[in-house]
């Protein structure tokens, strides 16, 4: 809306209103049909679509330069971005189609009854599922990740396993006072 209302702001002389436009080289008879020429043509800047709308004057082709270099670059950037998703989503489901072709090659070499076959499904399903929902990031996943200090490492320790431990009653007083032997307990 901006660019159009721009473009149709140079098309009506602000340069020189005697001089030639890109407005004044195109018919139209109210200002509604004026805007939608110029909404078209920024439409088409940023799509690869037609359009017979082009600048005039010097101060209407910096202009058009201009938008075509910014929707260049906000069109690559949106490309780029999709495919980036759509990576990390192929990704995220590699392991999950590892798994079911596994089971498709097993059901198919020892040759598992149709009946059977529908039951060892439903039961993968219920247990991929299940996974998913219940899936946490563990502690050593996340040591792996990063090089923790010892200082935050027993922070960490004390945040994530302090209360249920605690909890027993047999650790509760082993614990209490003893912290070291809690981060002991837990980098183990």
């Avoid at 600048?55 to 980036?84: D, N, Q, W, Y």
């Avoid at 759509?86 to 059901?107: H, P």
């Amino acid at each position: 809306h901006f660019i159009a209302c721009m473009w149709y702001y140079l098309g009506s002389g602000v340069e020189d209103p005697n001089s030639g436009t890109w407005l004044n080289s195109h018919e139209w008879s109210t200002n509604a049909h004026a805007y939608a020429l110029a909404f078209h043509w920024s439409l088409t800047q940023f799509t690869p679509a037609t359009q017979n709308v082009t600048p005039v004057t010097h101060l209407e082709r910096v202009f058009a330069t201009f938008v075509v270099l910014v929707a260049l670059i906000t069109f690559s950037t949106f490309l780029g971005k999709m495919t980036s998703n759509m990576t990390q989503l192929v990704a995220l489901n590699t392991r999950q189609y590892q798994r079911q072709t596994t089971l498709r090659s097993f059901i198919a070499e020892y040759n598992i009854p149709t009946g059977l076959a529908q039951q060892l499904w439903y039961v993968f399903r219920r247990q991929e599922n299940r996974e998913n929902r219940h899936a946490k990031t563990g502690w050593r996943e996340v040591q792996d990740l990063v090089t923790l200090s010892r200082d935050l490492e027993e922070k960490l320790c004390k945040c994530i396993f302090h209360k249920p431990l605690i909890s027993l009653p047999v650790l509760q007083r082993a614990f209490q006072n003893n912290m070291g032997a809690l981060y002991a307990l837990c980098s183990k």
